[in-house]
Nanobody, 121 residues
Framework: QVQLVESGGGKVQPGGSLRLSCAAS????????MGWYREVPGNQRELVAT???????DYRDSVKGRFTITRDLGKNTVFLQMNNLQPEDSATYYC???????????????WGQGTQVTVSS
């Protein structure tokens, strides 16, 4: 069974930093694009950042220059370094990945369980 396991959320003051991690585990052939999304109750889940297997990165405008997404291909892990956090960054952050369970089967989308990030003084 394929799982995405997240860690690293918490509470910080404005201007602080957090680092989120997400590891894919289970039996699969390949992990494709990985990314982070966030959701606030009552709002739609929104994309924060993505990174392909070829290390092509994409960010939502509001986090550019503050957040950095990286990945370790060998460990099937993605990271999100979040600096200069602001109250509007408070949300539940979800890891997302396109995972191919077998070489001849198209990839499916998987989600982590979510980790809470709270930015407050």
């Amino acid at each position: 069974q394929v799982q995405l396991v997240e860690s690293g959320g918490g509470k910080v003051q404005p201007g602080g930093s957090l680092r989120l991690s997400c590891a894919a585990s289970g039996d699969f052939a390949e992990v494709g694009t990985m990314g982070w999304y966030r959701e606030v109750p009552g709002n739609q889940r929104e994309l924060v950042a993505t990174i392909t297997r070829y290390m092509v990165r994409d960010y939502r405008d509001s986090v550019k220059g503050r957040f950095t997404i990286t990945r370790d291909l060998g460990k099937n892990t993605v990271f999100l370094q979040m600096n200069n956090l602001q109250p509007e960054d408070s949300a539940t952050y979800y890891c997302n990945a396109d995972i191919r369970p077998h070489a001849r089967i198209p990839p499916s989308e998987y989600w982590g369980q979510g980790t809470q990030v709270t930015v407050s003084s």
